[in-house]
T-cell receptor, first 108, second 112 residues
Framework: SQQGEEDPQALSIQEGENATMNCSYK?????LQWYRQNSGRGLVHLIL?????REKHSGRLRVTLDTSKKSSSLLITASRAADTASYFC????????FGSGTQLTVLP | SQTIHQWPATLVQPVGSPLSLECTVE??????LYWYRQAAGRGLQLLFY??????ISSEVPQNLSASRPQDRQFILSSKKLLLSDSGFYLC???????????FGPGTRLTVL
């Protein structure tokens, strides 16, 4: 089974609202990464958080990591229609293992 | 930064035909290279990875093979395609000093 599992599978919000996506995993990790994929395109790396970090920011993105609960969250603040995409978490235990993704739709 | 090139963008092939997808890397040397397959609406499944020329590791048994004839070239092949080989194939790479992966634009393969 996949290491990372995102929740929810799909999320629809209005422009300007915040979007929160969660990722749970099963085994110890070196780091956890979030990627974005526009429909029919390759993945783009967003942010990496190491196992000894608890929170990281990049622009409108905020990632948290709770290794005791084996979970991470990605928060996108002040969402825009251009944020519409699929978002994947990937856990690094030497190789990357990707979750199934959250499909985010931001309505204008 | 690295750039991953993949072609073709789309491919329609009959069952039983051969396959060759090519991936090349720009902007780094001696990268780790990866082939993933993505089913519709799903996450990525790692198929093969390579840490150097001629070095291939397979993650799942399947109808596909990979080769790395040059440092910045990674090829995904099949001698006879199956219907189940349809999917979106992504090549990715990272240099040994970074943990993040750079992805190519992908190839949409449809086997009929």
């Amino acid at each position: 089974s996949q290491q990372g599992e995102e929740d929810p599978q799909a999320l629809s919000i209005q422009e300007g609202e915040n979007a929160t996506m969660n990722c749970s995993y099963k085994t110890s990790i070196n780091n956890l990464q979030w990627y974005r994929q526009n429909s029919g395109r390759g993945l783009v790396h967003l942010i990496l958080i190491r196992s000894n970090e608890r929170e990281k920011h990049s622009g409108r993105l905020r990632v948290t990591l709770d290794t005791s609960k084996k979970s991470s969250s990605l928060l996108i603040t002040a969402s825009r229609a251009a944020d519409t995409a699929s978002y994947f978490c990937a856990t690094d235990q030497g190789q990357l293992t990707f979750g199934s993704g959250t499909q985010l739709t931001v309505l204008p | 930064s690295q750039t991953i090139h993949q072609w073709p963008a789309t491919l329609v092939q009959p069952v039983g035909s051969p396959l060759s997808l090519e991936c090349t890397v720009e902007g780094t040397s001696n990268p780790n290279l990866y082939w993933y397959r993505q089913a519709a609406g799903r996450g990525l499944q790692l198929l093969f990875y390579s840490v150097g020329i001629g070095q291939i590791s397979s993650e799942v048994p399947q109808n596909l093979s990979a080769s790395r004839p040059q440092d910045r070239q990674f090829i995904l092949s099949s001698k006879k395609l199956l219907l189940s080989d349809s999917g979106f194939y992504l090549c990715a790479g990272n240099s040994g000093s970074t943990d993040t992966q750079y992805f190519g634009p992908g190839t949409r393969l449809t086997v009929l």
